[in-house]
């Protein structure tokens, strides 16, 4: 089960409930506790705390990413919901190993102070490339997980992380933030030459809160033989049920989405 954030509302949230409500998801999808990865939403951190948002006005100014000290303030609700959950401690950048999949989560709320956000984000500091040596070059499937879509970022830093999400062979972003469903093909730091369908997906999948203008929805995926994805979008209906989301995207004939990940090796 792939979290992507804003488990709360300005920071806001009955700790107890929301542990029930994720473990009661994963109760009904037949999946262990230990099997749940989450990120954080800028929902989930406290933006109003000031050291946190000094140091962000002078990353913003300076356009340069350096560590994230004294940006992980305001962190502590997320975190405890996440230890209470996962039984794991929140890192802003970590990587898991589940079977033939490898699940890596990138924080994109370190920079989020505001309204102002989208193009002012950042998520390639230091960490993020401590995180890359620790990924093999294998036949696993990399899959990140992060709050905002690449479109949020400063852009020299989606570009600089499109690169990065190339050179670790990822294969698809699952992202949150948006209150609708989507599907982006990151082409940036995909060579001219190279057919563009090759550049990494990101599924954006919107708010699970049932309010006017949001569609609450979600995907189940499977992977077959190591290289097939089926993605199958359900949404919610105005009669209480949930129904695979049929004509919402062109991408998703049918509310399915399908690919075959085409290996470097095959050319």
């Known amino acids: ?100 999949i490898r699940i890596i989560t990138v924080d994109s709320t370190l920079l989020s102070k505001d309204s102002r956000d989208i193009g002012n984000l950042g998520v390639c500091f230091q960490e993020l490339s401590e995180l890359g040596e620790k990924i093999e070059i294998d036949d696993k499937i990399n899959i990140v997980i992060m709050h905002h879509s690449a479109n949020w970022l400063m852009p020299h830093d989606s570009r600089e992380f499109q690169y990065w999400l190339a050179q670790h062979n990822v294969k698809i972003v699952f992202c949150g933030h948006n209150h609708a469903v989507g599907l982006d093909i990151l082409t940036e730091a995909i060579e ?31 992977i077959d033989n190591g290289n097939k994805l089926k993605l199958k979008l359900y949404v919610y209906k105005d009669n209480s049920t949930w129904e695979v989301g049929q004509g919402v995207l062109r991408s998703f004939p049918e509310g399915v989405y399908r690919c075959v990940f085409r290996e470097a090796d095959e050319k």
């Open 1 to 100: 089960i792939l979290i992507t954030g804003d488990c709360m509302n300005q920071h806001v949230a009955n700790l107890e409930e929301n542990v029930k409500f994720i473990k009661e998801i994963a109760l009904s999808s037949g999946v262990s506790e230990n099997n749940i990865f989450m990120c954080a939403g800028n929902h989930d951190v406290d933006r109003n705390n000031s050291v946190r948002n000094d140091e962000i006005e002078k990353i913003i100014k300076s356009r340069q990413l350096h560590k994230v000290d004294g940006l992980e303030l305001g962190y502590g609700e997320f975190t405890a919901l996440t230890q209470a959950v996962t039984g794991r401690f929140y890192k802003h950048f970590e990587v898991n190993e589940v079977g033939k």
């Open 192 to 222: 001219p030459s190279v057919d563009p369908e090759r550049g990494v997906k990101q599924f954006t999948c919107g708010a699970a809160l049932y309010d006017q203008g949001v569609k609450p929805c979600f995907f189940v995926g499977q």
